[in-house]
């Protein structure tokens, strides 16, 4: 049975929470096992007055008997304590599961039990009222599977649903492996032909009877599930007929002993179609149900316990309806209990122990937060949540060599590399973008447009109080004539040749700029027209120095500057005209000047 629980909630919980289900059943199990032998056993089975004692007993127990049936009963109790598990899978801490599994081992489970079965142990000990009074719960119908339904409601209900669960942006929650959770519903069948075929407490001609009636049970549920989910799914959906088969175990567990064949079939085909007509129910109220418990142990359990009523052989005096009021007593009164103890206890554990594991250790999923457990697959996965929350996609992920996830990280790092490759090149788009919006494409100096903006923050630097700046206009003498007799080509280069020349004298904090064809505007920050002027005629000196080589040629050119004043009285507009005017000078006097206007 802890088996077949383990594979189911492995199976049917997100990859991420596999390694904490199985973690939580395996403790569930030592923690039943230890609490029930040496606590609850005494409460469940002794009489009133020699509790005590009994629980010292069996720190020191040698009857056989005695010892196989403890041990018979610890499973139960380790049944009804792993079925929590799986309703609260994927939010609930390990510290909050194992509190509630140790109130289940030793309160919840053996004061149920006591009143159902207490009477089954030692002579003249009349514990279990409720079967004194015709109440039929065979093999742990109601005290099993609807207690740990209960429990695990209580659980749901405090502890509240799983991240994304419901709401608008809701999404459905995948099992991670199906084929697992399947492992575990057949390996819970063999568990319970050993619960039910066992709960004889001897082998005898009726065990194969109550084998049977086990397995029709669950055939019956599987089969209807499986027939349901056709019909209003279209086609079958596995974990409802996994689900199904579950139920249909749970219905006639409480009367494998006495229901016929036909009735076997008949509640179990019956039970089967709850976990599927029960979804929206428990959708409404926003319960989240990690793997379907309450449909399967709860609703099931109580079905088929009622059942009974209608399908027993009565005692003598006993109407069929006295019977099914039994029945109904019986469920409500174990179920009241058992939720009210739960819900209660949960409660008062809540002031001392965190219930549900943060926001973030539920996205990143319980096995990394409760167990820093690491695999190949969780490693993948955290590296891309890191790049996924940062935004850092220039980094390859890495994960170990020879495993599937790693034929994953190869193609998602194939992604990773193309997509970086085109936000490089879109970045260099936008850069190329960026500075042609300020620059001259041919030249790469400012542009008409850029130069205009540079000096008007240059002249409202001015006016708040700034140095006075020189500004210069100038114009390649005769360029026309180097186009025709060399080509636009070599233009171009002439007009490449000089800026960079240019530029290369310059500060950082001077501007350099085309304004159209040959012409430039050249401004001195913080400087006078003066040592503008010294700047300039060294410019001019470097040029011829340094003429442009042709590839049977050297092209020797001047060029002729107009040199103004940029200061807060007079304008940008008043000093351009002025350098402009000056640079018409320089040319009507011959060319290959500079000339300066006040």
């Known amino acids: 049975m802890q088996l077949g629980f383990s594979c189911l909630e492995a199976g049917s919980v997100r990859a991420k929470n596999s390694i904490n289900v199985v973690i939580k059943n395996c403790l569930d199990f030592c923690v039943s096992i230890l609490c029930f032998t040496f606590v609850g056993f005494a409460l469940m089975f002794a009489p009133a007055e020699s509790i005590g004692s009994q629980i010292l007993a069996n720190f020191s127990l040698t009857d056989t008997k005695l010892i196989i049936f403890i041990l018979f009963h610890a499973m139960f109790c380790a049944t009804t304590v792993t079925i929590i598990s799986g309703a609260i899978a994927e939010r609930m801490s390990l510290s909050g599961y194992v509190s509630i599994a140790v109130i289940t081992a030793v309160i919840i489970y053996p004061l149920c039990g006591r009143w159902i079965w207490g009477g089954t142990l030692f002579d003249g000990v009349q514990n279990d009222w409720l079967t004194q009074l015709g109440f039929h719960d065979f093999a742990g119908g109601t005290l099993v599977h609807s207690v740990g339904g209960w429990i695990a409601l209580a659980s749901v209900i405090i502890v509240g649903p799983r991240i994304g669960r419901f709401g608008d942006d809701s999404q459905p929650i995948r099992p991670s492996s199906l084929p697992l959770a399947s492992l575990g519903v057949f390996m819970l069948w063999i568990g319970w032909m050993g619960f039910n075929g066992g709960s004889q407490l001897m082998l005898t001609n009726q065990t194969a009877s109550i084998l049977y009636i086990t397995v029709l049970g669950g055939v019956a549920g599987m089969s209807s599930a499986a027939l349901a989910s056709k019909i209003v799914h279209m086609q079958p959906q596995v974990i409802l007929i996994l689900n199904g088969g579950l139920a249909g175990l749970v219905a006639i567990t409480a009367g494998a002993d006495i229901l016929m064949p036909w009735q076997a079939l008949l509640l179990g085909a019956i039970c089967g179609l709850l976990p599927q007509f029960s979804e929206r129910m428990l959708e409404k109220y926003q319960i989240d149900d990690g793997v379907g418990v309450i449909p399967v142990h709860l609703f099931a359990g109580i079905v088929g316990t009622l059942a009974i009523g209608l399908f027993m052989p009565l005692n003598e005096g006993v109407s069929r309806l006295e019977q099914l009021g039994v029945q109904l007593f019986g469920v409500v009164v174990v179920g009241g209990a058992a939720f009210s103890i739960a819900y209660v206890s949960l409660k008062l554990i809540s002031l001392r122990v965190i219930l549900r594991v943060p926001k973030a250790g539920e996205l990143v999923g319980l096995n990394v937060w409760e167990h820093g457990a690491s695999t190949a697959k969780i490693d ?219």
């Not at 500075?435 to 708040?464: F, M, N, P």
Request: glycine residues 6%; proline residues 1%; contains cysteine.
């Open 380 to 598: 993948l996965l955290r590296q891309m949540s890191v790049q996924a929350e940062l935004g850092l996609f220039n980094h390859r992920v890495v994960v170990e060599p020879h495993t599937e996830e790693h034929h994953i990280a190869t193609y998602y790092n194939t992604v990773l590399d193309k997509f970086n490759e085109v936000q490089e090149e879109r970045e260099k788009a936008l850069e190329k973008a960026v500075w042609l919006a300020e620059h001259d494409a041919l030249t790469g100096v400012k542009h008409r447009r850029a130069v205009t903006q540079v000096l008007t923050q240059e002249y409202e630097r001015i006016s708040r109080g700034g140095n006075k700046a020189s500004v210069a206009i100038i114009d390649i003498d005769f360029f026309k004539k180097i186009n025709d007799k060399y080509g636009h080509d070599v233009g171009d280069k002439t007009l490449i040749h000089f800026t960079q020349l240019v530029s290369s004298m310059l500060r950082k904090t001077d501007m350099f700029g085309r304004i159209g064809g040959e012409e430039f505007v050249l401004l001195f920050t913080d400087t006078e027209v003066s040592l503008a002027l010294e700047k300039l005629e060294k410019i001019r000196a470097e040029l011829k120095n340094c003429p442009l080589h042709l590839e049977h040629d050297s092209l020797s050119f001047t060029f002729s500057a107009g040199l103004t004043l940029l200061s807060e009285t007079r304008n940008i507009e008043a000093s351009l005209k002025a350098a402009d005017t000056a640079l018409f000078e320089a040319k009507k006097q011959g060319r290959d000047k500079i000339l300066t206007v006040d």
